[in-house]
C-alpha cells in the first residue's frame, strides 16, 4: 500500500519518525491521505468528514480497544479497513482488574480511610470462583492473573471456543448458569447491543454472598442502580469500578457514599501508559500492510469490536 498517513490530531515524535522510518510520509487531510490513523483518544474530530472527501483512504487505526464511540462512523464506512488497539492494553488494564479485586476482598477503601487501628476483615482471593466476562486481551490478562492464585476461571465469551489459561469457557447465553454461587465477577468485555446492562439486578443476586465485582470494561456493562442496592443490603462485599456510566461519575452519586465501592477515574491505562503502547500498535500494522501481511486488531464493523 501507498503509505500517505493524516494523523488526528497530530503524533508524538517517535510515532512520526517511525513511520517515516518505515517509509510513510505525513500528510494532511486535503493532501490525498491514503491511511488516518486517530492518536487523540476519545476526542472529537471531524473525521467522517475527512473520510467523505477522501474516499482514496483505505485504512484508519483507532487509538483504543473499546470503540463504541465510533459506532456510527463505522456503520457510515464499512467497507474500509479499520484496526482498533484491542489488546494492546491488556497488561496495565489487566493489573487494575486484579488490583481493584483485591480491594474489594481486603476492604481497602476502608482501610486506607481509616484513623484508627479497626477490626479485622477481608478474604483471601485464593481458593475463590472467578467468572471473566470477555476474551480479548485485558480478558485473557485477568485469567492469567487469576490462575496465579488457586482460583477456578470461567470465561463468558460470545462464543465456546476455549480462552487459554481459563478453566472453563462458556457463550453469553450460560452468563446466569456461572455466575451461581460464582465469588469474583470480573467485567472485561466491550459494549454491544448484546452484552450493554448485562449484569443487573438478577445476575448480581446470583452471585454467592460476599462476592466482589471488578469492572475495568464499560460502566454500560452494568446496571448501576442495582450495583447500588447490592452493596447497600450487603449481598456483595465490594465493587472496584475503573469504568462508570457516566463518565465522569457525578459528585453525589450513590457509589461514591458506599464505603464497600472503591472508584478509580478510568485510570487503568494512564497517558504515560497508552502513548508507547499505542505507538507500537501503529507502527506493527503499518509494517504489516506495507509488506502486504494482515494486521492486528481488525475491527469488525458489523459486530462493533
Same mark, same amino acid.
Given at each position: 500500500m501507498t503509505s500517505r498517513i493524516h494523523l488526528m490530531p497530530d503524533g508524538e515524535p517517535e510515532l512520526v519518525a517511525g513511520l517515516q522510518a518505515q517509509g510513510a510520509e505525513i500528510v494532511g487531510a486535503d493532501e490525498q491521505p491514503t491511511a488516518v490513523v486517530v492518536t487523540g483518544m476519545f476526542r472529537s474530530f471531524n473525521l467522517a468528514?475527512?473520510?467523505?472527501?477522501?474516499?482514496?483512504?483505505?485504512?484508519?487505526?483507532?487509538?483504543?480497544?473499546?470503540?463504541? $464511540?465510533?459506532?456510527?462512523?463505522?456503520?457510515?464506512? *464499512?467497507?474500509?479497513?479499520?484496526?482498533?488497539?484491542?489488546?494492546?492494553?491488556? $497488561?496495565p488494564v489487566g493489573e487494575h482488574g486484579l488490583l481493584l479485586t483485591l480491594a474489594a476482598l481486603r476492604g481497602l477503601k476502608v482501610r486506607a480511610r481509616a484513623t484508627s487501628w479497626g477490626t479485622e476483615g477481608g478474604i483471601s482471593l485464593n481458593g475463590l470462583r472467578c467468572v471473566v466476562v470477555g476474551a480479548g486481551g485485558v480478558a485473557a490478562e485477568m485469567v492469567r492473573l487469576y490462575k496465579a492464585?488457586? !482460583?477456578? +476461571?470461567?470465561? +463468558?465469551?460470545?462464543?465456546?471456543?476455549?480462552?487459554?489459561?481459563?478453566?472453563? !469457557?462458556?457463550?453469553?447465553?450460560?452468563?446466569?448458569?456461572?455466575?451461581?454461587?460464582?465469588? +469474583?465477577?470480573?467485567?472485561?468485555?466491550?459494549?454491544?447491543?448484546?452484552?450493554?446492562? =448485562?449484569?443487573?439486578?438478577?445476575?448480581?443476586?446470583?452471585l454467592a454472598d460476599g462476592a466482589v465485582v471488578a469492572n475495568v470494561g464499560r460502566g454500560r456493562l452494568i446496571d448501576h442502580d442495582a450495583l447500588v442496592d447490592a452493596l447497600r443490603a450487603g449481598r456483595l462485599r465490594g465493587a472496584g469500578l475503573d469504568v462508570t456510566e457516566p463518565e465522569p461519575l457525578p459528585d453525589g452519586h450513590p457509589l461514591w457514599e458506599l464505603e464497600t465501592c472503591l472508584?478509580? *477515574?478510568? !485510570?487503568?491505562? !494512564? $497517558?504515560? =501508559? +497508552?502513548? *508507547?503502547?499505542?505507538r507500537d500498535r501503529v507502527l506493527e500494522n503499518h509494517r504489516r500492510l506495507r509488506d502486504g501481511e494482515p494486521p492486528v486488531g481488525v475491527v469488525d464493523t458489523t459486530a462493533g469490536y
Open positions: 468528514e475527512v473520510l467523505e472527501a477522501n474516499p482514496q483512504i483505505s485504512w484508519i487505526q483507532l487509538p483504543s480497544a473499546g470503540i463504541e $464511540k465510533y459506532g456510527e462512523i463505522l456503520r457510515r464506512f *464499512p467497507d474500509r479497513l479499520w484496526t482498533s488497539a484491542k489488546g494492546s492494553y491488556a $497488561k492464585f488457586d !482460583t477456578h +476461571v470461567t470465561v +463468558v465469551r460470545r462464543t465456546q471456543e476455549p480462552l487459554q489459561g481459563a478453566d472453563r !469457557t462458556v457463550s453469553q447465553d450460560q452468563l446466569d448458569e456461572v455466575l451461581d454461587g460464582a465469588d +469474583v465477577l470480573a467485567l472485561a468485555a466491550a459494549v454491544t447491543p448484546d452484552t450493554e446492562n =448485562m449484569i443487573g439486578a438478577r445476575q448480581l443476586g446470583l472508584i478509580t *477515574p478510568h !485510570t487503568a491505562d !494512564t $497517558k504515560a =501508559m +497508552v502513548v *508507547p503502547r499505542l
